[in-house]
């Protein structure tokens, strides 16, 4: 019995120890720069990590906003656009970042609790029915950025 167990624990380790953080869908590094203009949106960013296999997110909520909306900016014939996302695609093991100039979160009326806490929780949905609750910095324009951990 007990090289049953042995074998066992051993196995369980030996498994454990193969999965990586490349076989988890997950999200950090997430922002939100607060708009200097009251009324006028404010923009979220993160680093999407892709888990196992391919996912879009389609949908980020939060409790604590009034609305929020993914965008792309993009140049064309010289001029930068926006455009809303109806999902934005997360290939497996790929990280695709949410940032400036590019993929980011457009969110109006942050609410006074997360400028005072200086975080806003966020849920991340996901093609697949995963659903990832973040904490984004709230940041307002001109803080430094946040000091990685």
């Avoid at 404010?42 to 609305?67: N, T």
């Avoid at 809303?84 to 609410?111: D, F, N, R």
């Amino acid at each position: 019995m007990n090289k049953i167990a042995i074998m066992l624990a051993a196995s369980t380790s030996l498994l454990l120890a193969s999965c990586g953080q490349g076989d988890i869908l997950y999200a950090d590094n997430a922002v939100v720069n607060l708009s200097p203009v009251e009324g006028n949106p404010s923009a979220g960013y993160m680093d999407l990590h892709g888990g196992r296999m391919d996912v879009d997110l389609v949908s980020v909520i939060s409790d604590d906003v009034l609305r929020m909306e993914m965008h792309e900016t993009t140049e064309k014939d010289g001029m930068m656009t926006m455009a809303q996302l109806k999902s934005i695609p997360v290939p497996a093991g790929k990280t695709v970042k949410l940032e400036p100039g590019g993929k980011h979160l457009m969110i109006w009326g942050v609410g006074e609790g997360s400028k005072k806490r200086g975080l806003l929780t966020m849920t991340l949905i996901y093609s697949n029915d995963d659903r990832i609750e973040i904490n984004a910095v709230v940041k307002n324009a001109g803080d430094p950025a946040p000091v990685a951990e």
